[in-house]
């Protein structure tokens, strides 16, 4: 038999949960997210849960809200794409960022990942060339309050000379062959993640470590980014 204080608690469970789905409508959608990504083989607790708090319909164009959640690349405008969220878990498992790292990304776009990256470590630098994206994904940063994001509208190929070296580097767009200059930037101890290939060839993600002052590189999955643009001189 149930007593009355245990209805009032079943009550109170109920009642709860119902305010939070209203108040969270996109809750349900999330949660499925990152059982996918679970079912896919990424552990790293602390990257489930940055993804789980990170908005991803915030930074989707209003086009494609509905599909925010699903395990699948969305485009952003200007050509370009926010990354598919298992993708974006993958990558973030393989930096291993600690919260004292510095972090520097190439290719902000929707600013998606900078925001993941950002409750993960203590400051993100990313750049973005398409003009229009950088601002844009500038003020959605701000707007949602990601402070320690730092986005700077320009060519990332050379880098960020003035903050460098970096604990991390990541790319998400793609070059023909990493940047030697972005290894250079590179701290000791630190882990570079980023695709390269050919376009219109298959490429592949690399983890490049730099240990004792020596480059260690792992190629990892074959993967699909958009090409990293070089801009002529
Ligand atoms: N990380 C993004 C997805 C990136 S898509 C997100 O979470 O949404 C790749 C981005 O790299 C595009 O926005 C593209 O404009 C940018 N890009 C391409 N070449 C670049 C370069 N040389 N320097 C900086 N950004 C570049």
């Not at 980014?225 to 001189?233: E, G, Q, R």
């Amino acid at each position: 038999m149930l007593n009355f204080s245990m209805y009032s608690k079943f009550a109170f469970i109920f009642f709860s949960s119902i305010t939070f789905l209203f108040s969270n409508p996109w809750e349900k959608e999330k949660q499925q997210m990152i059982d996918t990504l679970i079912q896919y083989g990424i552990q790293d607790k602390n990257v489930l849960d940055a993804m789980s708090k990170v908005p991803r319909h915030e930074f989707v164009p209003k086009a494609y809200k509905s599909y925010s959640y699903e395990d699948t690349p969305l485009p952003i405008g200007f050509g370009q794409t926010i990354s598919q969220p298992y993708i974006v878990a993958y990558m973030t498992e393989q930096l291993d960022v600690k919260k004292k790292d510095v972090v520097l990304e190439i290719g902000t776009g929707s600013g998606y990942q900078a925001a993941v990256l950002s409750l993960l470590a203590k400051e993100i630098y990313t750049i973005e060339i398409v003009p229009e994206l950088c601002e844009r994904s500038k003020k959605t940063l701000k707007q949602l309050g990601y402070n320690n994001v730092f986005v700077i509208c320009g060519d990332g190929y050379k880098g960020y000379p003035d903050k460098a070296p970096f604990d991390r580097i990541l790319l998400t767009a793609a070059p023909e062959k990493i940047p030697e200059i972005l290894i250079q930037q590179l701290k000791d101890n630190g882990i570079l993640v980023g695709p390269a290939g050919k376009i219109q060839e298959l490429q592949y993600l690399y983890k490049i470590q730099k240990i004792n002052h020596k480059i260690i590189e792992k190629k990892l999955i074959p993967v699909r980014f958009v090409p990293m643009v070089k801009p002529s001189k």
